[in-house]
């Protein structure tokens, strides 16, 4: 009898583990903590250069107003080649998130709103054709005002490479840009 007893006890367990471990989700890949968003263009002249900068201390849910700014103006019809950098400086040592982003590129699509003259190219694309937005072709058209918002969306089996697309925002924010005549 302890024999049975037994036996069903060890069924009822193995049971009891496999319902358990079928019930267990797959992890899935987090949104990535974006502190610090900067997008350096440039046209292979230094005094052409310049810089977009986000800075967010305590990610998008704390109580600090991230700090946005702006260095330098654009030129207009010059070609500018834009390289994105994205990090986490919460985290010790800081953390570069582009390299995740562009490890992850099939998930990730940045969307580049544009109120003004300046017409945006992808430079780069994922395993699947589809555009990313790490590396941007900028060109100003007419002089006078601007801006440009940019949306990172995290599209884990979504991506089709139309923005905004489906997913999850990682990073949006809006940079007021000058364009001057050259």
């Known amino acids: 009898m302890k024999r049975i007893h037994l036996i069903c006890t060890i069924i009822v367990a193995a049971c009891l583990f496999q319902s358990c471990e079928k019930d267990d989700p797959k992890p899935v ?11 350096v263009l440039e046209t292979g002249h230094p005094a052409d250069r310049v810089t977009l900068r986000f800075f967010d201390e305590d990610g998008e849910h704390g109580s600090t107003p991230p700090e946005i700014s702006v260095e330098g103006a654009l030129k207009a019809g010059k070609e500018y080649r834009a390289l994105m950098e994205l990090l986490n400086e919460t985290a010790t040592p800081v953390e570069d998130i582009t390299e995740e982003i562009a490890a992850e590129a099939d998930d990730h699509l940045f969307c580049f709103s544009v109120n003004g003259d300046i017409t945006i190219r992808y430079e780069d694309e994922d395993s ?12 100003p058209g007419s002089a006078g005002s601007a801006s440009v918002t940019i949306l990172l ?3 884990h089996d979504t991506k089709t490479g139309t923005c905004p697309g489906g997913g999850e ?5 809006t940079f007021e840009l000058v364009i001057e005549e050259q």
């Open 128 to 139: 699947n054709g589809l555009p990313i937005g790490l590396v941007t072709t900028w060109v």
């Open 153 to 155: 969306r995290h599209q």
């Open 29 to 39: 890949n987090e949104e990535e903590l974006i502190t610090t968003l900067t997008l």
């Open 169 to 173: 925002t990682d990073v949006e924010v």
